[in-house]
């Protein structure tokens, strides 16, 4: 498999309003805590709302699965901040 031709978007580059909307609810629901799960949940979280603008609890679960978070945020992870 090559990326020479693909594109990569990592955290630091994810500028988009939903990566900004992510980022805006991930402190609101006060998700950070050691970072050592943070790139890979924010970078899923954004891709899931890209794909799905209202994602069900199943679209969350199957989007964030494998995801370890070590300090147990899952349900701040997965709270819903309503944005309009």
């Not at 980022?23 to 970078?43: F, L, N, R």
């Not at 994602?55 to 679960?61: G, L, V």
Request: proline share 4%.
């Amino acid at each position: 498999m090559t990326l020479a031709s693909s594109e990569i978007t990592t955290i630091e580059g994810a500028a988009d309003p939903v990566a900004a909307a992510v980022k805006q609810a991930w402190i609101a629901h006060d998700v950070p805590q050691c970072g050592y799960c943070q790139s890979g949940q924010v970078m899923s979280a954004i891709a899931l709302l890209k794909q799905i603008k209202k994602p069900s609890d199943r679209d969350i679960d199957l989007a964030m699965n494998g995801n370890i978070c070590r300090c147990g945020t899952y349900a701040r992870i997965q709270a819903r901040n309503e944005m309009g």
